[in-house]
């Protein structure tokens, strides 16, 4: 059964960082692209950063790029987030999600087939 486990939220100034963690188990995920998503508080779930394990290939929303990093830790099946110059609109539930069958690399929610319970990310002015 699959697993996504993530860790690493909390509460930071605007112009912080936080670098979030999301541990996968339950098989390998060496064929898998796993992406990062958030929600904020009466708004939908959007795209942030997504990762095809098997050759490293990103994609990082407009809204973050330049602020946030994905990586992967083939060792330990853990993608990062790294996010840096935080700003209180990136407050919102953080998802790490599954993508089993990663043509490319998908940006619409619906492509990803195992979640995370999600961790909090709240961003202070």
């Known amino acids: 059964q699959v697993q996504l486990v993530e860790s690493g939220g909390g509460s930071v100034q605007a112009g912080g960082s936080l670098r979030l963690s999301c541990a996968a188990s339950?098989?390998?995920?060496?064929?898998?692209?796993m992406g990062w998503f958030r929600q904020a508080p009466g708004k939908e779930r959007e795209f942030v950063a997504a990762?095809?394990?098997?050759?490293?290939?990103?994609k990082t929303a407009d809204s973050v790029k330049g602020r946030f990093t994905i990586s992967r830790d083939n060792a330990k099946s853990t993608v990062y987030l790294q996010m840096s110059s935080l700003k209180p609109e990136d407050t919102a539930v953080y998802y790490c999600?599954?993508?089993?069958?990663?043509?490319?690399?998908?940006?619409?929610?619906?492509?990803?087939?195992?979640w995370g319970q999600g961790t909090q990310v709240t961003v202070s002015s």
């Open positions: 999600a599954a993508d089993r069958t990663p043509v490319f690399v998908a940006v619409a929610a619906v492509a990803y087939d195992y």
């Open positions: 339950g098989r390998s995920f060496s064929s898998y692209a």
């Open positions: 990762i095809r394990w098997r050759d490293g290939n990103t």
